[in-house]
């Protein structure tokens, strides 16, 4: 059994390619957000601690966990390297892309300073950055007296997360992506923005459709740096072979 933590939009490909080996996939995610994983493909949801991921790994009967996680869930990458060393199990990573993109955007570092950047514009700013990262620029929205609003996931947790980082209701945009150039467009102008805010989340995170949006708007665009790489290899050919190695097949 391979547990394989993710809920990205290369989970399902991975899931595919490991049962295509004829391995038992359990796939791990941390809300009930919609995912076409493949027939065959079991799936919980629900975050776990380091000692969640060994009791799982422990009753599943795991021969090996799968970190494809976001790029920015520091979090989670964290939690499945103690728990492969609490259990002994391998731990292979899955790393998405970077972006090669060039445009001219505004680079932070964290999300403190691409608060900062954004509402020095002058103008509205519209957030893409997830709910668990609101407070510095609501923050500094209301420091500025600047318009805001945030596309987040429709979830009880980013709702949650929303109300907690002082948001209020007519300043979030519930929606599923991947969203289209239009839909950023229609976000952008429905604000009137003058600023749009990503984390560098790659091609499969649609930052190229912000970016295209955010230049037909004359909106500018504000990335926060993902974390440092890791090195883990992007293709899921390399994961596979790197299963097969661990598990001695």
Not at 12 to 19: D, E, K, Q, S, V
Not at 21 to 27: I, K, Q, R
Not at 119 to 145: C, D, H, I, K, Q
Not at 236 to 241: A, G, K, L, V, Y
Request: negative net charge.
């Amino acid at each position: 059994m391979i547990l394989l933590f993710g809920g990205t939009s290369e989970t399902a490909p991975l899931a595919g390619a490991m049962l295509a080996e004829g391995w038992p996939v359990l796939v791990s995610t941390a809300t009930e957000a919609p995912l076409a994983l493949p027939e065959g493909a079991r799936r919980r949801t629900g975050r776990l601690d380091a000692a969640g991921v060994l009791t799982l790994a422990q009753q599943e009967g795991a021969t090996a966990l799968v970190d494809a996680g976001h790029p920015f869930a520091v979090e989670l990458h964290a939690t499945l390297a103690e728990s492969a060393t609490m259990s002994g199990l391998p731990l292979v990573r899955f790393e998405r892309l970077p972006s090669d993109f060039s445009g001219n955007a505004r680079l932070a570092g964290d999300h403190q300073e691409a608060a900062r950047i954004a509402f020095g514009f002058g103008g509205p700013a519209l957030l893409t950055t997830g709910s668990r990262t609101l407070a510095p620029y609501v923050a500094e929205a209301r420091r500025t007296g600047l318009p805001v609003a945030a596309r987040v996931l429709d979830h009880p947790e980013s709702r949650a997360a929303c109300e907690a980082s002082g948001l209020r209701l007519e300043e979030i945009l519930l929606g599923r992506g991947p969203f289209s150039v239009a839909d950023n467009r229609a976000a952008l102008r429905a604000l009137g923005a003058a600023v749009l805010v990503s984390k560098d989340s790659g091609e499969a995170g649609g930052l190229e459709a912000k970016a295209e949006a955010a230049r037909l708007e004359n909106a500018a665009l504000v990335l926060v740096r993902r974390p440092q790489s890791s090195g883990a290899p992007s293709d899921i050919p390399t994961i596979i072979s790197a299963l097969r190695a661990a598990l001695g097949v």
